[in-house]
């Protein structure tokens, strides 16, 4: 599945939430809603999801069964909440990279793996461009990330290409809810969430964004035949909170 769009001569275009735009300006829009959130991102993450993010990510952590000496790649890792972890379990012998496409994320996530005593690779990196090589790590994550990525399609394809076989990828970001809490979760998407926003990181606009970006983002099903249609096998997903959120797995067997 592509997100772009485009008639003859025309520049494509995609989705930045519910609007249009041309693919050269996502990145940079996208960009901006991160640098304005970064120093009260995990703050926010828990008012928004009341702290559900955090049990979220512990499930993905313990599907991702990272052992000793295993090479972990966490993609659009941000905070740095799953190279935490991931950096625990693979020990010294162990190679954990935070990577994120947004500096200001970046640097929040490399400054609270220091402060805990953990020096970790970091690298700013798109994801539709990994500058790993082939068949390098047993694990690739990304959380809340795939949504804000212009080709989805190249990003997953790029993930499975770094991972050797019999590594997994880990794919956590919200996706459908179930249709009886439907309205409900958009009322408090579109209304309760920008609002938060205003008070608690000064910036409404982004917050609206996400919401309208989660709206975009493939469902459970149309993402896992994405996993599939990039080479991934054993692919499944499991729903969390009602479908706010999913966790998709797939792994590289060849």
């Known amino acids: 599945m592509n997100d772009t769009s485009h008639g003859a001569g025309q520049e494509p275009q995609t989705h930045f939430g519910f609007q249009t735009v041309r693919e050269t300006d996502k990145a940079h829009r996208v960009a901006e809603v991160f640098h304005s959130v970064a120093s009260r991102y995990d703050l926010m993450n828990d008012v928004m999801s009341g702290g559900l993010h955090r049990i979220w990510k512990a499930f993905t952590i313990g599907r991702a069964q990272v052992r000793p000496g295993m090479k972990v790649l966490d993609i659009a890792g941000g905070t740095g909440d799953l190279a935490r972890a991931f950096a625990h379990r693979a020990g010294p012998a162990g190679e954990v990279w935070l990577t994120d ?43 809340f990330g795939l949504r804000n990525m212009t080709h989805k399609d190249r990003a997953l394809a790029e993930m499975r290409r770094v991972l050797k076989p019999g590594g997994k990828l880990l794919v956590l970001e919200f996706s459908r809810v179930a249709p ?23 910036d409404e606009d982004s917050y609206r964004y996400l919401a309208e970006s989660i709206r975009m983002h493939p469902d459970q099903e149309t993402l896992a035949e ?29």
Do not use: K
Not at 192 to 198: D, E, H, I, N, Y
Not at 240 to 250: M, W
């Open 180 to 202: 009886m809490l439907a309205p409900v979760y958009d009322w408090y998407s579109f209304h309760v969430l920008p609002r938060m926003g205003r008070f608690i990181a000064s």
């Open 101 to 143: 496409i947004n500096d200001s994320m970046l640097r929040v996530g490399r400054d609270r793996l220091l402060d805990r005593g953990l020096v970790t690779p970091v690298a700013v990196c798109d994801a539709e461009c990994l500058p790993f090589p082939d068949r390098y790590f047993d694990r690739v994550s990304v959380a």
């Open 226 to 254: 994405m996993l599939r249609s990039v080479g991934l096998d054993r692919v499944q997903y499991f729903n969390l909170t009602a479908g706010v959120v999913a966790l998709h797995e797939g792994v590289r067997l060849d």
